[in-house]
């Protein structure tokens, strides 16, 4: 059985605790930035994958697979720090 330290093996170690949670806030700081511009984002980018980082619209595409290997290519340091999301026109519905 699996330790819990092994479960995490595959990502990549931060020496820097600092460094860590300042890639969460800014993390959470876009996801924030893309829920509150999501009627912006309707309008421009509907039916679109969007992807944003430090608060601003940095690509998008109908093709999830093709978004991320662009983000992959001209984003190698912080591919992973990228928030993307899917902007749609119907309303979604969350069952808590």
Do not use: C
């Not at 996801?31 to 601003?56: G, M, R």
């Amino acid at each position: 059985m699996e330790t819990l330290e092994q479960k995490f093996d595959h990502f990549p170690k931060i020496e820097n605790e600092e460094i860590l949670l300042e890639k969460l806030r800014n993390f959470r700081a876009d996801n924030i930035w893309f829920n509150e511009h999501y009627e912006e984002l309707k309008i421009k980018y509907k039916e679109e994958w969007v992807a944003v980082f430090n608060k601003h619209v940095i690509d998008h595409g109908k093709s999830l697979k093709i978004l991320l290997q662009r983000l992959r290519k001209n984003y190698p340091q912080n591919a992973g720090d990228i928030v993307v999301e899917f902007v749609t026109l119907e309303e979604v519905n969350l069952i808590l």
